[in-house]
């Protein structure tokens, strides 16, 4: 399997179902996926404490000039979709992000009510803010993108694919310009090669799925005052996305 390679840069904040969405493409016969290339980086210079900081230093590149590299490079094994699966939020100020110009970019959202009562469930740190969910950073790459193209890219709700994945998924690879594989409709359950090592705290629950499922009640009304003021922050921003979502 060999031939020209479409470089999908998948942009996306944590608890959006991108792990979903790339053990969906990873099951693509013809696609390599990459898990969240700049997560160490962004721990190294940030300086954070997230869940397994240094075993994710240890074992992920965290020079970003190498990182860009290899993203813009081809994937091994003469694949010809490589499926990179990116948090917004790794990608600090102060570097050069013109990159994913290079790049076939779309974007997963997610309601933000929904984003933080399943982030609140996996973190125990510091108080959580907008900038750990990643959605002012999701608004610049897409307004960044916007305007080199021209146009919009391609923007996925994760409510619309978990309702309705075939039809999602088949409007998504017409306008990255691959064809839909029935692979990324159902997959094995339990780890994937590609994961990061940071994937046994976060991914518990997408190693027991085997495909898409349909989302539950909105959580909105259940979420504190302190994350209620996140939603309040992050709402806005999902909107302007959502307003240029693929429709089922």
């Known amino acids: 399997m060999s031939g020209p390679v479409t470089h999908i840069a998948m942009w996306s904040g944590p608890r959006n179902i991108s792990t979903a969405m790339m053990y969906s493409f990873g099951n693509r016969p013809d696609c390599h996926a990459w898990d969240e290339p700049f997560y160490a980086f962004s721990l190294k210079q940030r300086g954070n404490d997230h869940p397994m900081r240094?075993?994710?230093?240890?074992?992920?590149?965290?020079?970003?000039?190498?990182?860009?590299?290899?993203?813009?490079?081809?994937?091994?094994?003469?694949?010809?979709v490589f499926y990179q699966k990116h948090m917004t939020h790794h990608m600090l100020p102060g570097f050069d992000r013109s990159f994913a110009k290079k790049l076939t970019n779309a974007f997963l959202i997610r309601d933000p009510a929904r984003v933080l009562a399943s982030y609140a469930k996996k973190w125990s740190g510091s108080e959580i803010t907008l900038t750990d969910i990643g959605f002012a950073e999701q608004m610049q790459i897409f307004d960044s993108v916007a305007d080199d193209l021209g146009h919009a890219p391609p923007v996925v709700d994760s409510d619309d694919i978990l309702r309705n994945p075939r039809a999602v998924l088949s409007k998504l690879c017409e306008s990255l310009n691959i064809p839909f594989a029935e692979e990324m409709l159902q997959w094995n359950a339990g780890p994937r090669e590609f994961d990061g090592v940071w994937a046994s705290h976060w991914y518990n629950a997408v190693w027991a799925s085997t495909g898409f499922e349909a989302p539950s009640e909105n959580p909105s009304a259940k979420l504190p005052d302190a994350l209620r003021r996140v939603e309040d922050q992050a709402r806005p921003l999902y909107e302007k996305l959502k307003a240029n979502a693929l429709s089922a």
């Open 54 to 80: 240094d075993e994710i230093i240890a074992a992920h590149e965290s020079d970003w000039g190498k990182l860009v590299a290899a993203c813009l490079g081809n994937p091994p094994g003469g694949k010809t």
